[in-house]
């Protein structure tokens, strides 16, 4: 690897820390390209969890064209999960850069190691993210039209291609038997989290009324074999970019689902962000309108408009029952872990430390912490935004 005093007058450099995974993202680009591939300078771009997320400004070479790219690193830990989390991503990664460039969801991946934990991504730049855009009142409608466009057109695209992501998954799971072992759990866990919820509020004491339990029901069913597309996964405000159209950078979720779930996932989750207020019904209307027309005939059969905003307001009610469950876990991996160990796969063990109670969060005991506080504004935000969605949808 180059170091400072190998290019005397060169801005940057490498940090002591990211020395190693800079070599080793040195060594796989040259192992993938070809030639000696050497990075320039490294910006940390930090990253979620453990994981660490670098750009690299790299020497001209004629095998690479790119002269930056993202190196995405994550450290060898306990958890099992992770792994599979790291396998399941580069599958993502690997369909969603098999996609014409037109209908690439974002960055394509270059290279990757599962054994160093490593993935070598396209670099998008320094876009601004929808965290910052949404957090501005003015603009607001068009930045989700534009997140409306590109995932219809994403969706439109894959549509009919699931059975190619399931060829990759499947040739990876030969490779890394274990992960694709607790990686069927991560597939369900939407799912289980819309039916733990529903039990939660019962076992607190909250009715749940027939025709939303018959609503959560015909959600469930949806995820397994509604629109069926491809979904980034983690739909949040600071995954998003705009680079003249809306970008989707973190696909550490990504999956074939219903995908109603996708656009009830922005009207829910976006308001969860510091400074993004919530949706109005004007820019719900705008978002939802603005998917319909890209992804109509292809995955909604030519649906018209109050039948698609019902079926998007089911999938934000779902969203916020599946929120009660994911809470009270504490964080995704004790939700995935919780649905293994129900099925009798206890290699996943539950951090207790992380799980929230129920009864503290809705009754506001002070005791439950900060953490509660936080967790009872989400869900009363989550509720609020279900209600109003689904009052609009019955308007129709």
């Known amino acids: 690897m180059a170091t400072d ?45 453990a994981a660490l ?47 014409p460039e037109a209908s690439r969801p974002g960055p394509t991946v270059l290279a990757y190691d599962i054994a160093e934990r490593i993935i070598v991504l396209s670099d998008l730049g320094d876009a601004r993210t929808f965290a910052e855009l949404m957090a501005e009142p003015e603009g607001r409608i068009g930045h989700l039209r534009s997140v409306g466009q590109a995932l219809g057109s994403l969706h439109a695209a894959t549509a009919e291609r699931e059975g190619e992501f399931e060829s990759l998954r499947s040739l990876m799971a030969r490779r890394n038997p274990k992960a694709s072992a607790i990686n069927q759990y991560r597939q369900l866990a939407h799912h289980h989290a819309i039916e733990w919820g529903a039990g939660l509020l019962k076992d607190a004491g909250i009715a749940v009324p ?18 069926r597309a491809f979904s980034p996964g983690d739909l949040s405000p600071d995954n998003i970019v705009s ?21 009830a996932s922005i009207i829910v989750d976006f308001p969860q962000y510091p400074g993004v207020a919530p949706l109005t019904e004007e820019e719900v209307g705008a978002l939802i309108s603005a998917w319909h ?30 929120a009660v469950a994911e809470i009270h876990a504490g964080d995704p991996h004790n939700l995935v872990a919780e ?45 609020l935004i279900a209600e109003r969605v689904a009052a609009a949808a019955a308007e129709e």
Do not use: C, M
């Open 5 to 49: 005093e190998d290019r005397p007058g060169e801005p940057g450099g490498v940090a002591d820390e990211h020395r190693d995974v800079v070599a080793a993202a040195e060594a796989l680009l040259s192992r993938r390209f070809g030639g000696q591939q050497r990075a320039l300078a490294a910006e940390d771009l930090g990253g979620s969890g």
């Open 53 to 99: 997320v670098l750009r690299l400004r790299l020497a001209a070479s004629p095998f690479l064209q790119d002269r930056t790219v993202v190196v995405k690193s994550i450290p060898v830990t306990d958890d099992e999960l992770d792994d599979a989390a790291l396998v399941r991503e580069v599958v993502a990664y690997q369909f969603a850069t098999s996609l």
């Open 210 to 227: 027939d025709p939303v339990r018959e609503l959560l029901e015909s959600a469930g069913r949806r995820l397994r074999r509604g629109l």
């Open 243 to 263: 680079t003249g159209r809306a970008r989707f950078l973190d696909y550490e979720w990504g999956r074939f689902r219903d995908v109603s779930f996708d656009i």
């Open 293 to 322: 027309r890209e992804a109509d005939e292809r995955v909604l059969g030519g649906a018209e408009p109050a039948v698609v905003r019902a079926i998007v307001a089911d999938a934000v009610v779902a969203l916020a029952v599946s």
């Open 339 to 383: 649905l293994a160990n129900r099925r009798g796969f206890d290699a996943i063990g539950v951090d207790e430390g992380l799980k929230l109670s129920l009864e503290g969060i809705i009754t506001g005991e002070p005791a439950a912490g900060e953490l509660a506080d936080a967790a009872r504004r989400r869900l009363g935000l989550t509720a």
